[in-house]
């Protein structure tokens, strides 16, 4: 079965800060992974995903993610964080045979203060 | 450029009550799903639809029912609602292989009291 687990529910940064949001994840088969972005109040959009294509994934906004099996991680990161980067991601995993379930992590919280 | 279009953005209910919580999506996509989102819980799948006549239950189906009434329209029916199922409530739609993302719906806050 597959699962994610968000290792932090808040991170806090500063404006101009670099930004590190965890995720590992299992699957018995190889994954396809996504980041997803939720601002207040409004629906889920994607931001970048991994296909098994290159392990390094650029996204919008400046976020990129890189998919590392070894440690079962796809991190996701920003150089410099920005005040409209605060809101809710969430890691995710779609199992690459059958039907597309994606299974979500339980979320991060990203803070940003000036 | 609607996307996934969902119907009520908002509904509060008496316990009890019943309601069917719309959704429709104009991109040609064969798979649809319903998940709700509670704090600290992310999002959880209710039921999905593979295709246009099938559907099946997700993590967290009692209380429940749906219809694909086609291709575009996937409907969630909350039969007898119970103060358990205030939630916020998404619609979601993907294309033909496992590697494509889905695309949400703005969501639907419901609230029984």
């Known amino acids: 079965a597959q699962s994610v687990t968000q290792l932090d529910s808040h991170v806090s940064v500063s404006e101009g800060t670099p930004v590190l949001l965890r995720c590992n994840y299992s699957?018995?088969?190889?994954?396809?992974l996504f980041w997803y972005v939720q601002h207040p109040n409004k629906g889920l959009q994607l931001l970048l995903k991994?296909?098994?294509?290159?392990?390094l994934v650029k996204g919008i906004n400046g976020f990129e993610a890189e998919f590392k099996k070894s440690e079962t991680s796809f991190h996701l990161t920003k150089p410099s964080a920005h005040m409209s980067d605060a809101a809710e991601y969430f890691c995710?995993?779609?199992?690459?045979?059958?039907?597309?379930?994606?299974?979500f992590g339980t979320g991060t919280r990203l803070l940003v203060s000036p | 450029n609607a996307g996934v279009t969902q119907t009520p953005k908002f509904q509060v209910l008496k316990t009890g009550q019943s309601m069917t919580l719309q959704c429709a999506q104009d991109?040609?996509?064969?798979?649809m799903y319903w998940y709700r989102q509670d704090p600290g819980m992310g999002l959880r799948l209710i039921y999905y639809?593979?295709?246009?006549?099938?559907?099946d239950k997700g993590e967290v189906p009692n209380g429940y029912n749906v219809s694909r009434l086609n291709k575009r329209e996937f409907s969630l029916r909350l039969e007898s609602a119970a103060p358990s199922q205030t939630s916020v409530y998404f619609c979601?739609?993907?294309?033909?292989?496992?590697?494509?993302?889905?695309?949400f719906g703005q969501g639907t806050r419901l609230t029984v009291v």
């Open positions: 979601a739609s993907s294309g033909p292989t496992v590697a494509t993302e889905a695309f």
């Open positions: 699957s018995s088969y190889s994954p396809s």
């Open positions: 995710v995993v779609s199992d690459l045979t059958g039907f597309q379930k994606l299974v």
């Open positions: 991109m040609n996509h064969n798979s």
């Open positions: 991994y296909t098994s294509a290159a392990t």
């Open positions: 639809s593979a295709s246009e006549g099938t559907t």
